[in-house]
C-alpha cells in the first residue's frame, strides 16, 4: 500500500507545474529503409503523446527525428533542454532507432556523424533533475547500462549486451506499455518504469516464443528506483486538475511516507516495540491524510468541476 500511494504521488508532483514538471525528451535516429525511419518516427511521436496525457506541457517535450536528429542538433537541443530543467523536474529521455557496437564504442546512429555512448553519457551528467529515467531501446544498447546508470538515474536498454546486434522489438511494447492500461499491474491507473519494463520484456519473450524464434534481444534494467518512476496514467488519474491544497497534502504524504522507508531501513537497529510503536503512529497518520486526499480529489473531479461524469 505504501509503495502504492507513492507512485500516485510522484506522478502528481511531477504533473503540478509550481513545484515540479515532468519533461521528456525522445529521438527516433537513423532508420536505414523507409520501414524503420517511419516505424521510428511513430514512436517517438507516441511517446511524446504519452507524455502529454501524463501531464507534460508541450514546451517541456522534445523530440527529434529525422534531419532534426543529427548529432550536432541534438546537442544542442540537449544542452538547452538541461539548462532548462530543475532539481525537482522528473525527466525522461528515450532513444529509438539502431544501435553498434565494435567492442570497445556504442555508437546511435544518426544521419551523419553517429553519437556514441560516451557523448550521450556527458549530456546526460548535464541533467540535475533528482529523479531520471533513460530507456535506450536501440540494438547493442546494453553496451551502455553501466555507464550510464547513476543512483538517480533509472537505465533501461533493450539488450543485454553490444553483442545483440539485431534490430530490436522493445520499443514497440514499450510504447504498448505507456498507451494501453494492461501493463497497470496494481489498477491503480498509473503505470511506472518498473511495470512498463516488465510488461514490455515479456512481451518481447512472448513474441520470440510465438515465432519459434531464437530471442536476439534481452532487456536490462539499472539504477534509480523504478517502482517510483510513473510513465503513463490512465482514466480519473490523468483527468486530476491541478490543485494547490491537493499538492500540500501530497507534499505531506510525501514526508510521511519518506519517514516510513527510513524508519524500515532502521528497523535492524531499533527496540521491536520502538519501531513497531513508532511505525503504528506513521501508517495512522497517513490513512488519515489518505482519507483527506480521497475527499479532495472527490471534490476536484465530481460532476461539478469537469471529467467523466460532469464534462465542461
Do not use: C
Request: aromatic share 6%.
Amino acid at each position: 500500500m505504501i509503495v502504492a500511494r507513492a507512485l500516485l504521488l510522484t506522478f502528481a508532483l511531477a504533473a503540478l507545474p509550481a513545484h515540479a514538471a515532468l519533461r521528456v525528451f525522445a529521438v527516433s535516429g537513423l532508420g536505414g529503409e523507409p520501414e524503420y525511419e517511419r516505424r521510428f518516427q511513430e514512436q517517438a511521436q507516441a511517446v511524446a503523446e504519452a507524455a502529454r496525457k501524463s501531464g507534460a506541457s508541450p514546451e517541456n517535450i522534445v523530440i527529434l527525428s529525422g534531419e532534426r536528429a543529427r548529432r550536432d542538433a541534438l546537442e544542442r537541443e540537449f544542452t538547452a533542454f538541461a539548462r532548462d530543467t530543475r532539481k525537482e523536474d522528473q525527466v525522461a529521455v528515450v532513444l529509438i532507432g539502431h544501435g553498434s557496437y565494435d567492442g570497445t564504442d556504442y555508437r546511435f546512429n544518426l544521419p551523419g556523424p553517429d553519437i556514441t555512448g560516451p557523448q550521450i553519457a556527458a549530456l546526460l551528467d548535464r541533467l540535475p533533475a533528482q529523479e531520471q529515467l533513460v530507456v535506450n531501446a536501440t540494438s547493442s544498447s546494453g553496451a551502455v547500462i553501466e555507464s550510464w546508470k547513476r543512483p538517480n538515474r533509472i537505465v533501461i536498454t533493450a539488450t543485454k549486451s553490444g553483442g545483440e546486434r539485431t534490430a530490436t522489438r522493445f520499443a514497440q511494447f514499450w510504447i504498448e506499455a505507456l498507451t494501453s492500461p494492461e501493463a497497470d499491474r496494481d489498477k491503480n491507473e498509473t503505470v511506472t518504469a518498473e511495470e512498463a519494463y516488465a510488461f514490455a520484456e515479456r512481451k518481447v519473450t512472448d513474441t520470440f516464443k510465438s515465432d519459434a524464434a531464437l530471442a536476439t534481444e534481452h532487456a536490462r534494467m539499472e539504477g534509480g528506483n523504478p517502482a517510483r518512476f510513473v510513465v503513463a496514467r490512465f482514466g480519473n488519474a490523468a483527468l486530476m486538475p491541478d490543485d494547490a491544497v491537493l499538492a500540500a497534502m501530497l507534499q505531506e504524504q510525501a514526508g510521511i511516507e519518506q519517514r516510513i522507508e527510513d524508519l524500515k531501513g532502521r528497523k535492524a537497529s531499533m527496540d521491536r516495540d520502538q519501531y513497531y510503536n513508532e511505525l503504528e503512529r506513521e501508517l495512522i497518520t497517513l490513512a488519515q491524510l489518505d482519507r483527506r486526499i480521497d475527499a479532495r480529489k472527490a471534490v476536484l473531479t465530481g460532476p461539478s468541476a469537469g471529467g467523466p461524469d460532469g464534462t465542461r
